[in-house]
């Protein structure tokens, strides 16, 4: 696995993060589903279709995060947004609605549907998207069922007036799954009769409002219910304020930020007893940007108040951003250096949305990096060749980290049979370096990728758990005529898991091969053909929860 390592960087680099404005219509292009292999844990890596021009001075400075779950293909080949692949027709034709539709291997279904009709003529906007994945089991020598099933609803109405623009967003997920990584060890008269599904309802109202002349520039309210099926929820309320820098003499820019959280367990793991967690977090960031042809400073402080209302403790935070940023050679060469910091308030939807296998019995904190120092290069080697390097080392005050639950004595719930994972908190230091490359090879071929390299030193923990040291990204895409591709090889490498017995275990590194083509019949209608897990890889996503072997699915796309 490290020798494949080696030979990948020699040739793949690097974290791109870049930001997808809003598309307002489907022009005469492809619409192809783009990679996702398993939302319900961290996005490692996304295929595009076109990279981004080199970043500009000007052009809001790119942020480098460690992806710390790289976990790409799941049993369920899951994805979230949609990839624009432009066949260069001379004339184009725009639509505004698509429906799509896969079927494959084990079951796995795709679905996704698009509507947004065009403008009113009152300057409103509406639009409704769909989408559903699921998979019926399929993954070798499980003892129960493995399926999933993970379905998102969503509506949206804008409009843009002469005093403010607002935008209102209504989302549902209904996310079901099974903890189906039972511990060897457990016999089967324990789970011959368990029906170990567990089904994540999630809920938000969100919204944007842009305000022109008034000393309030934006809010960003939302309201957010989350449940499961075992009498669990959460309620997470928050409210973000922009001020207008005319209040400052157009120098100083600040925000507020409101949080309340808000949520219960029905029991503790192996007793009755509830679990209650309530957060209250208000934090105001001032921030300062001075700025020539050839250097930018940005400096920013955080004052944030976090109280946890269940202990009656209350900690206030400083969290300090200065950033620099110079041009040492034009269109070539930027650098950029500096300090960061951040506050994380975890909760059960965050949680259980990077690892769905968690139990309802969590134990829900506050994390927070004080300090993270670091220093880079970006830049663009010609038009066709961007790149950034980056190293850091930051400080991660009480993050949490996935370990396996011990088994009972006594096997009465579904998540009790060793298939189930809690949280512990840790104060961790970590050293990392990250580097990207994206390349146009020629009008039809483009290519990019990333690594990167962490190394973990946590406080009280034996290892810091299911984190990663190595991550490798790359994707390769391809369109021609009537015919299009993407390419996706994803390396994690080993990551060390406690077991229920409380000894570290070293799960496999991996490679994942994904591969997605199509062929466009006619204006409106697309044939697809999409490969994951081509090197049929049994590698496991956490401790005994394994994935589906080399998966198939055969659909059609149609624009209107």
């Known amino acids: 696995m490290k020798k494949q390592l080696i030979l990948l960087s020699l040739f793949a680099t690097a974290l791109t993060t870049y930001a997808q404005e809003e598309q307002e219509d489907i022009k005469k292009e492809d619409v192809v589903v783009e990679f996702s292999f398993n939302p319900t844990l961290s996005d490692v890596f996304k295929l595009k279709t076109s990279p981004n021009e080199a970043e500009s001075f000007s052009k809001k400075q790119v942020t480098y995060q460690i992806n710390s779950k790289g976990v790409p293909s799941d049993f369920v080949p899951i994805a979230k947004k949609v990839v624009y692949v432009n066949i260069d027709d001379s004339k184009p034709t725009n639509y505004y609605n698509y429906i799509y539709g896969a079927a494959g291997f084990y079951g796995n279904g795709e679905f996704e549907l698009l509507i947004q009709p065009q403008k009113t003529k009152k300057n409103y906007e509406y639009g409704l998207s769909l989408t559903s994945y699921n998979s019926q089991n399929g993954i070798d020598n499980k003892k129960v069922d493995n399926g999933q099933w993970k379905v998102d609803l969503g509506l949206f109405l804008t409009k843009k007036g002469k005093k403010l623009d607002w935008r209102a967003d209504v989302d549902y997920q209904n996310n079901l799954v099974h903890w189906y ?20 309802k999630d809920l938000k109202f969100s919204g944007t409002i842009d305000y022109k002349d008034t000393f309030v520039k934006t809010l960003t309210p939302s309201l957010q219910f989350f449940s499961d099926d075992f009498s669990s929820s959460e309620v997470n309320i928050k409210l973000g304020t922009e001020l207008n820098p005319n209040l400052f003499g157009d120098i100083i820019k600040a925000k507020v930020d409101f949080q309340y959280l808000n949520g219960s367990f029905n029991q503790s793991y192996g007793s009755v007893d509830n679990i209650n967690y309530s957060f209250l977090n208000i934090g105001v960031t ?10 930018r400073l940005t400096t920013a402080l955080g ?3 976090n109280n946890n209302k269940e202990v009656s403790k209350t900690d206030f935070l400083f969290l300090p951003k200065v950033q620099a940023d110079v041009i040492l050679v034009q269109d070539i060469m930027n650098l950029h250096g500096g300090i960061r910091s951040k506050m994380t ?11 769905p296998f968690v139990s309802p019995t969590l134990n829900i904190e506050t994390s927070h990096t004080p300090v993270d120092v670091f220093l880079g290069l970006d830049g663009a080697l010609s038009k066709s060749i961007r790149y950034g390097i980056e190293g850091n080392y930051k400080t991660m005050k ?17 998540f009790t049979m ?19 490359v ?15 390299f962490n190394s973990f030193d946590p406080k009280n923990e034996e290892k810091a758990w299911n984190l990663s040291e190595i991550e490798m990204e790359t994707y390769l895409n391809y369109h021609q005529n009537k015919f299009f591709s993407q390419l996706g090889i994803n390396i994690v490498d080993g990551r060390y898991s406690l077991s229920t017995t409380n000894q570290p275990k070293k799960l496999d590194g991996f490679l994942d091969m994904n591969l ?22 049994k590698y496991e996503l956490y401790r005994n929860y394994g994935v589906q072997g080399v998966q198939a699915v055969v659909g059609l796309s149609y624009k209107f």
């Open 438 to 452: 994206e390349v146009d090879f020629s009008k039809y071929v483009k290519a990019g990728g990333n690594v990167i």
């Open 516 to 537: 997605k083509m199509g062929y466009i019949i006619n204006q409106r209608l697309n044939a697809h053909v999409n490969l994951y897990n081509m090197l049929s890889n």
């Open 345 to 355: 308030q975890n909760s059960y939807a965050s949680l259980a949305s990077e690892n």
């Open 303 to 305: 004052l944030f108040i």
């Open 286 to 295: 001032p921030s300062y940007t001075y700025k020539t042809d050839v250097f």
């Open 398 to 414: 009480n993050q949490a980290l996935f370990v396996h639950n011990n088994q009972p004595f006594t096997i009465d719930q579904a």
């Open 181 to 200: 990584g039972l511990d060897a060890n457990i016999p089967s008269s324990s789970y011959q009769d368990q029906n170990v599904q567990q089904s994540y």
């Open 418 to 436: 060793g298939n189930s994972f809690n949280v512990v908190y840790d104060d961790i230091n970590v050293l990392s370096a990250k580097a990207n």
